[in-house]
């Protein structure tokens, strides 16, 4: 969504340990299209602690309905570059393995 690749886990753990602010960056910060309800859910779902994550693909996948359906009351031509549906969420994951 951003076209970056986000800090591995480590990396993003040695920086927290070492008192430096995590480096993975908003998904909103990097790409102004993605809408800042949709960057809070990727955000949580990055979270470094696995208690602050989404307990389930189930509980992510409401909160993207629920963002997207907030994104699309509050600006209705942008939000169509980066809304997702219940069905059409399984496109957004990378799956262990894809592209190899």
Do not use: W
Not at 24 to 53: F, G, W, Y
Not at 75 to 86: D, H, L, P, Q, V
């Amino acid at each position: 969504m951003t076209g970056m690749k986000p800090p591995d886990a480590l990396s993003r753990a040695a920086a927290i340990v070492n008192g430096q602010p995590d480096p993975l960056q908003n998904a909103h910060a990097a790409n102004s299209a993605i809408d800042p309800t949709v960057a809070a859910v990727l955000e949580k779902a990055m979270c470094q602690n696995r208690d602050q994550r989404y307990s389930s693909a189930a509980e992510m996948q409401k909160a993207l309905s629920q963002a997207d359906e907030a994104a699309t009351l509050t600006s209705r031509g942008e939000a169509a570059n980066c809304t997702f549906s219940a069905a059409g969420i399984d496109g957004f994951f990378v799956h262990p393995g894809a592209g190899r």
